[in-house]
């Protein structure tokens, strides 16, 4: 199993920009598919980007060209760059993880059900 834990919340203007990592710990003799999640207030949580076992990467259409999702040679950091923010992206951020083979999906619009470990989440709140 995998323990997740993000930092990197905070607060900008629109049109900022912020980093969000998520550290992963525990057993890595497996592959995962991680993704981050986004809840606002009153709205359902929403796959935000994903990333696999062989580093292959899928976004959200209402992310793609303002984030990047990346990690670490270990695998064990994971990273969410928010660039172009806008306050419609004020949200809690949550990193989550599952298994993952060769094969199977790993896409920002699989639902959070599909995803065994989370976190504990991290804010991101954008001002106009």
């Known amino acids: 199993q995998v323990r997740l834990v993000e930092s990197g919340g905070g607060s900008v203007q629109a049109g900022g920009s912020l980093t969000l990592s998520c550290s992963a710990y525990?057993?890595?003799?497996?592959?995962?598919?991680y993704a981050w999640f986004r809840q606002a207030p009153g709205k359902e949580r929403e796959g935000v980007a994903t990333i696999d076992g062989v580093g292959s990467r899928n976004y959200a259409d209402f992310v793609k060209g303002r984030f990047t999702f990346s990690q670490d040679n270990a695998k064990h950091t994971l990273t969410l760059h928010l660039n172009v923010l806008n306050p419609e992206d004020t949200a809690m951020y949550y990193c989550?993880?599952?298994?993952?083979?060769?094969?199977?999906?790993?896409?920002?619009?699989?639902?959070?059900?599909?995803?065994?470990?989370w976190g504990q989440g991290t804010q991101v709140t954008v001002s106009s």
């Open positions: 989550a993880a599952v298994k993952w083979s060769p094969g199977a999906y790993c896409f920002a619009a699989l639902p959070e059900s599909n995803y065994r470990y």
């Open positions: 525990g057993e890595f003799d497996v592959d995962y598919c």
